[in-house]
């Protein structure tokens, strides 16, 4: 029996993979661990989407070799595929699996390293991957690659074509990570909408197929780009099991950026997407990923955007500043914006987000939301429990109770909340902590 560390940076994909090389590894026998010094095996699944990806996947991987040389250390993910294998060995790296591979791991890894102690064997009944890891919330993979070509994507070239998993075999997993106590599914791949493209299947298919063939408390979405979904989409969050927030990526407020962009989606179009589903799904969140800076983009361009972004108050907007990505048409185009006019840029983005996500949070002010409590709960100077929780609509709350209470940790509990002008809500559970 092995110790197993595995860790992910950048997208949730990674992560999901993460829970599926887990299960598979326990069904070999063998035990996750969360202390990379322990660890006998440490799996690491990269990322490339920036140059600064590449840095921070060289930076963890040399980090794990320096602080567990003993441990056999395994490469994957994007920064693996896109030459990163190239300096495996000064990383210190024992074996690397590019994304082609990624699905056939656990089986690699032991044919390539350490085919006795790696060997299928019988395992005893025990808790699902991902809660060896501390979590609650399971992310699961329906599908890979993408068909698009967006200029400044490099994640189309690592991960290849679409590829969609049955839905049986979807089905199949829910079930089984609802049997291990997870009330939380969240579906992820490169291009969720496009499920189903080459299978004739469709994500609105897939999510009906959950809904009805499994008990999943809760299933989300995870990054959706705003196309491919038909009008009536959003009649599936009538049953509310599925939860009102999606991640609908806009990159630019800007329609001539989008273009520069290769994006398929106006802005005119991603608005009508957003009034329809908030006008369907009551407190339907929406957030968001906007790129500044992308090459050639003006001032007049930067403040439709700027504007764009404070009409559709968006629950959340991770910033990313454009970084040149060798191998894309983005890092070729010219007029690359100065490095001093994308800080600026990206600081007035970060408060005008910071404005709506407040906004976001004082409408749920006096509300009563059942919340998704995770973690082991912080243990406070004065003596009471500091746990962080989720909202259906994916708006983050904290509470503190006594430390000698009962464990909020994965209970979703009826919770009465307030606002107080920062960037979370706070939450008093409901004194009987009957379960919502």
Not at 50 to 69: C, F, G, M, V, Y
Not at 81 to 100: C, K, P, T, Y
Not at 316 to 330: L, P, Q, Y
């Amino acid at each position: 029996m092995l110790q197993v560390y595995l860790k992910a940076i950048g997208c949730r994909l990674n992560e999901a993979e993460l829970e599926s090389w887990g299960t598979r590894f326990r069904d070999a026998g063998h035990r996750l661990t969360t202390d990379p010094l322990r660890a006998d095996l440490m799996v690491f699944n990269s990322c490339a989407v920036t140059r600064e990806a590449e840095r921070k996947s060289r930076q963890s991987i040399r980090r794990l070799h320096r602080d567990n040389p003993r441990a056999k250390l395994v490469m994957t993910g994007c920064y693996a595929s896109l030459g990163g294998g190239a300096a495996a060995e000064r990383l210190g790296v024992d074996l690397v699996i590019g994304n082609a591979d990624k699905d056939d791991l656990v089986a690699i890894v032991g044919r390539e390293l350490a085919p006795a102690a790696l060997s299928a064997a019988a395992t005893e009944p025990g808790a699902a991957a991902l809660f060896a890891r501390g979590r609650q919330r399971a992310f699961v993979k329906v599908q890979d690659g993408c068909r698009y070509r967006c200029t400044y994507c490099i994640v189309t070239v690592a991960r290849g074509e679409e590829r969609s998993r049955a839905i049986g075999e979807v089905v199949a997993e829910v079930n089984a990570l609802v049997a291990g106590g997870v009330r939380e599914v969240v579906l992820t791949g490169v291009h969720v909408g496009g499920y189903g493209s080459d299978t004739g299947e469709s994500l609105a298919t897939l999510i009906r197929a959950l809904l009805d063939d499994t008990g999943v408390e809760r299933l989300r979405l995870a990054s959706v780009e705003p196309w491919d979904l038909p009008a009536d989409f959003f009649d599936l969050f009538a049953d509310t099991r599925l939860m009102p927030h999606m991640h609908l990526p806009l990159q630019s407020g800007c329609d001539s950026v989008l273009r520069r962009m290769a994006r398929r989606c106006k802005t005119g179009e991603f608005r009508a997407l957003v009034e329809r589903a908030r006008s369907a799904v009551a407190d339907f969140n929406v957030t968001t990923d906007i790129i500044v800076g992308f090459p050639g983009e003006s001032a007049e361009e930067w403040a439709t955007t700027l504007a764009f972004a404070g009409e559709i108050c968006f629950g959340h907007i991770h910033v990313f500043s454009f970084s040149a990505r060798e191998g894309t048409k983005a890092a070729r185009l010219p007029e690359q914006v100065d490095g001093a006019v994308k800080r600026e840029r990206s600081r007035a983005l970060h408060e005008l987000a910071q404005r709506c996500t407040r906004t976001t949070l004082a409408r749920f002010a006096g509300r009563r939301l059942p919340v998704l409590w995770e973690g082991e709960g912080e243990l406070r100077h004065n003596g009471r429990r500091r746990y962080l929780g989720y909202t259906p609509n994916m708006l983050r709350v904290c509470t503190e109770v006594d430390a000698a209470a009962a464990p909020l940790t994965n209970r979703i509990l009826p919770t009465d909340l307030r606002h107080d002008g920062h960037d979370l809500l706070h939450g008093e559970v409901v004194d009987d902590l009957r379960e919502a």
